[in-house]
């Protein structure tokens, strides 16, 4: 069954430090990636997709993410962590345009000062 | 960009009564709506999916007489929870889907926090 697992429910940075939320789907068949932020008692917003055209995708507020195939893997980078950043953050796989997304657990980000 | 708008973002309800949730997407054609369930401090479940039109597409173990969606246009599904009760209390979210768009193809509603006491 397709899978998208993410690695540590909850990560911890100071400030200023780099971010890395990791992220792996179980397909042979790169599927359409997504990165999603979502705030307390909201909705989600997309930081960035990945849809085969570069692996390296630049998202918004500065987090980027790599696709890797051979790891099967597209974790979520941010060089120097906000305290505005903090909130949970969803990997999810689509394996077809417009189709039904698989999610992963999700990742709580917490800012030290 | 697009925007799918949901209401109500909260609502409290007495046991036994429905309540209904809608989405409107904004400036975009929602030919697929999916509507979500999400626990504290967990994941999102996919509860159902609907196309414009159609009946909607229920997961393994949701109760399609419990909750109703309808698809009746391009901008507008709703989810109505019927015979509420407390276990039915959670986090509700909606996400539109209308092919390749700069957003990815998805956009999601703000949410809706249904209290069932």
């Known amino acids: 069954a397709q899978s998208v697992t993410q690695l540590g429910s909850h990560v911890s940075v100071s400030e200023g430090a780099l971010v890395l939320l990791r992220c792996n789907y179980s397909s042979s068949v790169p599927p359409y990636l997504f990165w999603y932020v979502q705030y307390p008692n909201q909705g989600l917003q997309l930081l960035l997709k990945?849809?085969?055209?570069?692996?390296l995708v630049k998202g918004i507020n500065g987090f980027e993410a790599e696709f890797k195939k051979s790891e099967t893997s597209f974790h979520l980078t941010k060089p120097s962590a906000h305290m505005s950043d903090a909130a949970e953050y969803f990997c999810a796989a689509g394996y077809n345009q417009g189709g039904k997304l698989i999610f992963g657990q999700g990742t709580e980000l917490s800012v030290k000062p | 960009g697009a925007v799918v708008s949901q209401h109500p973002s909260r609502v409290i309800c007495k046991s036994g009564t429905s309540v209904k949730i809608e989405c409107r997407s904004l400036?975009?054609?929602?030919?697929?709506m999916f509507w979500y369930r999400q626990f504290p401090k967990q994941s999102l479940m996919l509860m159902a999916t609907?196309?414009?039109?159609?009946?909607?597409?229920?997961e393994q173990g949701v109760e399609k007489d419990k909750f109703l969606i309808n698809h009746a246009s391009l901008t507008l599904s709703t989810l109505t929870v019927t015979s509420a009760h407390p276990e039915d209390s959670s986090f509700y979210i909606c996400s539109a889907s209308s092919g390749d768009r700069e957003d990815g193809g998805y956009t999601f509603g703000s949410g809706t926090r249904l209290t069932v006491v």
């Open positions: 400036d975009f054609q929602a030919t697929t």
């Open positions: 990945y849809t085969s055209a570069a692996t």
């Open positions: 609907s196309n414009e039109g159609s009946k909607a597409t229920y």
